[in-house]
C-alpha cells in the first residue's frame, strides 16, 4: 500500500528474515564469528542467547549462507521432543541410514556414531545447530550430553551450537546439568542495538528498498529505539506501522507523532516516554534547587567549618557546566553477556553495560586530576563511608575519564557520549568482570559501586595496586583498600580504548587496509613473519597469528579480532592511559 506512496520497491520491513535485508551490526558481527569458531577445527560446544526478536535466527540463517564446504549441519527449529525422537530427527538431518528395526535409543546412536566416524574419515566435520534451545527437557539436554562423548582420540565427532533465549543460560545453571554447562566451551549474549545502531538499521532497510529521501525524523528514529529498546523485530514493527499512518495522512516523513501513535497500536500503553519540554521545565527547576543548595552549602561550610590547611584537588568539579553534573542519567537494566539475568532482583537499579545513555547536555574535559604515583602512595586510607559522601555524578565521572584520553570538547551531541567518542577514534568498552580482568585491561575505568544503603554510585579508578586502589572523588584522589571495595563492586566497569581500524570487529572472510594494519602490528609484536602474506589479505598464516597472541594474552584463541583483542594490539601505544602504572 504504502510502498508506491513513498517511491518504495518494496516494504522494507517485513518481519519475514530476507537475506537482502540482512543488518550485521557490530554484535551481530560478533555472536556470528561465534558461531564460526563452534564450526571450527577447534571449535565444540557454543551457546548463544539473546532476548525475543533480538535476531538469533538471522545469525543462524548467516551462518548456513556462509561457505562451509567442508561441513554438514542438522538444524533443529522444535526441540520439544523427547530423547528418542530427537536423536531421530538429527539423524534424519544428517541422512543418517538406519532400518525400522534400529530405530531405539541405542541403535539410533550407534547409527549416527558411524555416520559420524565416515564424515571424519572424508576430512569433513559435522555440526548440530539446537535452536530456541531454551525448550529442551532436562532428559534431553543430558542425552546432548551424552552426544559430545561421540569423539576420536584427538577430537570430537560432533560439534554442538544451543541457540536460545535467556532461559537457557538459567536451564543450564541447573545443578544436575552442571556436567553439560562445564563442556560450553564458548558463550555469547546478543544484546538489542544501540541507538546508532538502530538508526543505520532503520536507513539500511529503506535504502534496499529504494528510497532516495529521508523518511523517518531525527527525533522520529530516536523514539524508535526508545520504544522497542533497539530490538529489530519490534523495529519492524512498529517502523511498518508509522509507514502506514504516514501514508493515511499523505505525508511523506514520517513524524514523532506516528511514531507514538504505531507504537500505541502494537504495543498498547506506552512505557514512559522522554519529553523534551517537560525535560527542559524540570531541568530549570533542578538546576536552580541545585543552585541553591550550593550557594547554601557555601555559606554553611563557610561560617561553621574550619579551613583545611590544604585544599582537595576535587575543586576542579567547578569546572563542568552545571548541566553536566546534574545530567547523569540511570544505567538501563538489561541481560549482561554471560551473566544470568535470573540472579538479578527487580529492585536493583544495576548498571547494563551496553546501554548506558550519558550526558545529554554540554560536557567539557575538567582540569588534570591524576595525581603522581609518589602522591598515590602517600594518600591517607579512605574508608567505604567517607567515599559514599565524595561520590560524584555519572556526567562528572565520565567527563574526567574523557579527559585523561585528551579527548577534545563534546558539545550538545546528544544523550550518548560513546557515539560522540566514536568521532574522536575512541570507543567505550563495557562489560563485567573481576581486579584480574581489569589489571589485564589496564585502562582508566568508571566502576559501578552499590553503597552499603544500596544507591549505586560511579567512580572513576585512577590507579589499581595489590591491595589498594586510587579512586576519584568529589574531595579528591582517595585510597581505598581493595577488601573493602571488593563487596561492594557490582563487577561493572567502563574503559575507553583508541581504534586504529575502521571496524571492531574483523573476521578471516575481511580484507583490506583493517587486515593490512592487522598485520602490521603482528608483524612489529613478532608474531607474524614479514612478507608473509599479501597485503590486506586474511590468510591461514594471518589467522594462526592471531590465535598465538590471543593464547599468549589471556584472551579466547578463536581468531576472530575483537575489542579485547584489537585493546591488546593497541597496548603499546605510548600515550595510552595507564591504570596500573606502577602504584605499587
Known amino acids: 500500500m504504502y510502498a508506491e506512496h513513498f517511491r518504495l520497491r518494496e516494504m522494507p520491513f517485513s518481519i519475514t528474515p530476507d537475506p537482502a535485508y540482512l543488518y550485521m551490526s557490530p554484535r551481530h558481527q560478533e555472536a556470528l564469528g561465534h558461531l564460526l569458531f563452534g564450526t571450527g577445527q577447534y571449535g565444540g560446544f557454543v551457546q548463544l542467547t539473546g532476548e525475543v526478536g533480538t535476531g538469533k535466527t538471522t545469525i543462524v540463517r548467516a551462518l548456513l549462507a556462509q561457505h562451509l564446504p567442508d561441513v554438514e549441519v542438522a538444524l533443529i527449529h522444535n526441540p520439544r521432543q523427547g530423547e528418542l525422537e530427537f536423536v531421530h530427527t538429527i539423524c534424519d538431518e544428517l541422512h543418517v541410514p538406519y532400518s525400522d528395526q534400529n530405530a531405539t535409543l541405542k541403535g539410533l546412536v550407534d547409527a549416527l556414531n558411524a555416520h559420524l566416524l565416515k564424515v571424519h574419515a572424508a576430512g569433513r566435520r559435522t555440526v548440530l545447530i539446537i535452536d530456541e534451545a531454551q525448550n529442551l527437557q532436562p532428559s534431553v539436554l543430558e542425552q546432548v550430553r551424552l552426544l559430545t562423548n561421540l569423539e576420536t582420540p584427538k577430537e570430537k565427532l560432533l560439534r554442538i551450537i544451543l541457540v536460545g533465549q535467556p532461559e537457557l543460560s538459567a536451564l543450564l545453571a541447573r545443578p544436575d546439568l552442571r556436567q553439560l554447562s562445564s563442556r560450553i566451551t564458548a558463550r555469547y549474549h546478543l544484546m538489542p542495538l544501540s541507538p546508532a545502531e538502530t538508526r543505520e538499521y ?10 532516495r529521501t529521508q523518511i523517518f525524523m531525527p527525533k522520529a528514529l530516536a523514539l524508535v529505539h526508545r520504544y522497542s529498546q533497539g530490538i529489530p523485530r519490534l523495529i519492524n514493527i512498529i517502523c511498518d506501522r508509522a509507514l502506514l499512518g504516514a501514508y493515511a495522512a499523505q505525508s511523506f516523513v514520517v513524524t514523532p507523532e506516528m511514531i507514538r501513535t504505531a507504537a500505541r497500536e502494537v504495543m498498547g ?10 525535560h527542559i521545565r524540570w531541568r530549570i527547576i533542578e538546576t536552580g534547587w541545585l543552585l541553591a543548595l ?9 561560617t561553621f567549618w574550619p579551613r583545611a590547611e590544604t585544599q582537595p584537588a576535587a ?5 563542568v557546566p552545571a548541566a553536566a553534573t546534574t545530567a547523569a542519567l540511570p544505567i538501563e537494566t538489561a541481560p549482561v553477556p554471560e551473566h544470568d539475568p535470573a540472579a538479578d532482583t ?19 574535559p575538567v582540569p588534570e586530576a591524576t595525581l603522581p604515583v609518589q602522591q598515590q602512595r602517600g594518600l591517607p586510607v579512605t574508608s567505604v563511608d567517607e567515599l559514599a559522601r565524595a561520590a560524584q555524578p555519572l556526567a562528572v565521572v565520565m567527563s574526567r575519564l574523557t579527559h585523561l584520553w585528551s579527548a577534545a570538547s563534546i558539545r550538545d551531541l546528544g544523550t550518548d557520549l560513546c557515539d560522540a567518542l566514536h568521532t574522536q577514534g575512541l570507543e567505550c568498552f563495557r562489560t563485567r568482570g573481576d581486579w584480574d580482568a581489569l589489571y589485564q ?4 575505568a568508571v566502576i559501578t559501586l ?27 584522589a582517595k585510597r581505598v583498600p581493595i577488601s573493602e571495595l571488593t563487596p561492594l563492586w557490582t563487577g561493572e566497569y567502563l574503559v575507553l580504548w583508541r581504534r586504529e581500524t575502521h571496524k571492531t570487529t574483523l573476521y578471516s572472510s575481511d580484507s583490506g587496509p583493517d587486515v593490512e594494519w592487522l598485520q602490521q602490528r603482528l608483524n612489529e609484536l613478532g608474531f607474524l613473519d614479514p612478507g608473509a602474506d599479501a597485503p590486506g589479505r586474511y590468510s591461514a598464516a594471518l589467522d594462526a597469528a592471531v590465535r598465538r597472541f590471543q593464547q599468549e594474552r589471556g584472551l579466547t584463541a578463536d581468531g576472530v579480532v575483537g575489542t579485547r583483542t584489537l585493546i591488546e594490539l593497541g597496548d603499546e601505544q605510548p600515550d595510552t592511559p595507564r591504570l596500573t602504572s606502577g602504584l605499587e
Open 202 to 211: 532503520i536507513e539500511h532497510r529503506l535504502q534496499i528498498a529504494g528510497a
Open 441 to 444: 585491561v589496564d585502562r582508566p
Open 294 to 302: 550550593v550557594v547554601c552549602t557555601m555559606l554553611f561550610a563557610t
Open 315 to 319: 575543586s576542579s568539579e567547578a569546572a
Open 346 to 364: 527487580p529492585n536493583q537499579p544495576e548498571a547494563e553495560p551496553d546501554k548506558v545513555e550519558l550526558l545529554p547536555a554540554t560536557v567539557e
Open 269 to 278: 500503553e506506552l512505557p514512559h516516554v522522554f519529553d523534551p519540554k517537560a
Open 450 to 476: 552499590k553503597l552499603p544503603g544500596g544507591e549505586i554510585r560511579y567512580f572513576l579508578l585512577q590507579s589499581l595496586g595489590k591491595t589498594y586502589a586510587i579512586l576519584e572523588t568529589a574531595e579528591g
